[in-house]
């Protein structure tokens, strides 16, 4: 309170006199103004710089509870749950407190995704390292395995995938995250497994013979597995061959010798022909 004394001395004709006058002094209000969007959609590991002004301009104060840090300014979302931002301004002689203000913030678990490399189609036999990695990095590992359906035709045995026969090869890559970060969607690869393609070649046969000749033929098959001789239907009384190969032409004609492999797990069947002038 500001009391003002206000006296008058008085006169040969006047009395002294006094009078007081009572001014109560108060202190300015102040209001802050948060300045920072708190973040939406907030995850472990995220953080953001708070920002806030009063109108007084006197220093704001901010602090942190919760399940978040402050420090240099910076808050980090340590944790899943609520992490509540506060700013204060207590005043000086001049302006009285600030009310308090507040971010609440809700803090949810980090997202993640997964990355997997591998080819659309293979054969059997042919082997791969599967690659698949989190949008985390390293830190969070991804696990591959082979799905049920596909136990028959592939396998994943330390790191490596085999094929092992033709049809569908499908893996699963997972990460099944932590306390702080939501598991990755799985993803699933599916991969067309097919018999290798083998051909017939035949050794320097000419093109024609005479009448009793035996000629080899020197077949062979590119898979290497053994191959089947027989005479076409429309040659029997032409020429015939035997289990090597071996044609013996017996009468003038064409003769026209059919060669097949019966093909195998890992490869396709195949069937050549062969005609000799005779």
Do not use: M
Request: proline share 4%; charged share 5%; hydrophobic share 35%.
């Amino acid at each position: 309170s500001c009391v003002v004394s206000v006296s008058q001395n008085g006169s040969n004709k006047f009395k002294s006199t006094t009078a007081k006058k009572t001014i109560h002094v108060g202190q300015l209000s102040q209001s802050l103004s948060i300045n920072s969007l708190a973040p939406i959609g907030a995850a472990v590991g995220d953080s953001y710089v708070p920002s806030v002004t009063s109108s007084s301009n006197l220093p704001v104060s901010i602090s942190v509870s919760g399940a978040c840090t402050l420090i240099s300014g910076v808050v980090s979302f340590t944790s899943v749950g609520v992490c509540t931002v506060s700013y204060d301004q207590a005043g000086n002689n001049k302006y009285l407190a600030a009310t308090t203000v507040q971010d609440v913030i809700v803090i949810g678990l980090t997202t993640q995704s997964i990355t997997f490399s591998a080819p659309t189609t293979a054969y059997v036999g042919d082997s791969f390292v599967p690659q698949a990695v989190s949008s985390l990095g390293a830190t969070y590992p991804v696990t591959v395995s082979v799905d049920s359906s596909s136990t028959s035709v592939c396998t994943l045995s330390n790191g490596v995938v085999n094929f092992l026969t033709a049809g569908t090869c499908t893996l699963i890559a997972t990460q099944s995250g932590d306390s702080a970060t939501a598991p990755a969607l799985p993803v699933n690869v599916s991969i067309t497994v097919s018999q290798v393609d083998q051909n017939v070649a035949f050794g320097p046969v000419p093109a024609s013979t005479d009448v009793g000749t035996v000629l080899n033929l020197g077949a062979s098959s590119s898979s290497g597995l053994s191959l089947n001789y027989a005479i076409d239907p429309s040659s029997t009384a032409t020429c015939s061959v035997d289990k090597f190969g071996n044609v013996t032409a017996s009468s003038q004609g064409s003769c026209v010798v059919s060669v097949s492999q019966n093909g195998s797990n890992k490869f396709k069947s195949t069937t050549a022909k062969k005609t000799i002038h005779v």
